[in-house]
């Protein structure tokens, strides 16, 4: 079983910054990537930035620039430092990570888990 917590979201002004924070706890014997996806009302989900374990990110063309990924190994954390916010980027926010558990035999499949989400709302 993995939990992934976020933290973070929050009401912030068009222009200000924002920084999300997602831990991944479990038995976690190796994490693939981990990944922060958005959710506005009447939108698809979308990728917005991800970290693989070799360091190599990806980010959506909307958020280049502006939005930077990064990981604390130890503490199996990602962060989301998000700057010169806009209206645009209001939506739900979720923590993704790609990982195997750990057990007896060995290291499992890996797969897919999701955070609960954390709202970021841009508005004056």
């Known amino acids: 079983q993995v939990q992934l917590v976020e933290s973070g979201g929050g009401l912030v002004q068009p222009g200000g910054s924002l920084r999300l924070s997602c831990a991944a706890s479990?038995?976690?014997?190796?994490?693939?990537?981990m990944a922060w996806y958005r959710e506005a009302p009447g939108k698809q989900r979308e990728l917005v930035a991800r970290?693989?374990?070799?360091?190599?990110?990806n980010y959506a063309d909307s958020v280049k620039g502006r939005f930077t990924i990064s990981r604390d190994n130890a503490k199996n954390t990602v962060y989301l430092q998000m700057n010169n916010l806009k209206p645009e980027d209001t939506a739900v926010y979720y923590c993704?990570?790609?990982?195997?558990?750990?057990?007896?035999?060995?290291?499992?499949?890996?797969?897919?888990?999701w955070g609960q989400g954390t709202q970021v709302t841009v508005s004056s």
């Open positions: 993704n990570a790609n990982l195997r558990l750990d057990g007896l035999g060995g290291p499992s499949t890996p797969r897919n888990y």
């Open positions: 479990g038995t976690i014997a190796s994490i693939n990537f």
């Open positions: 970290i693989f374990s070799d360091s190599k990110t």
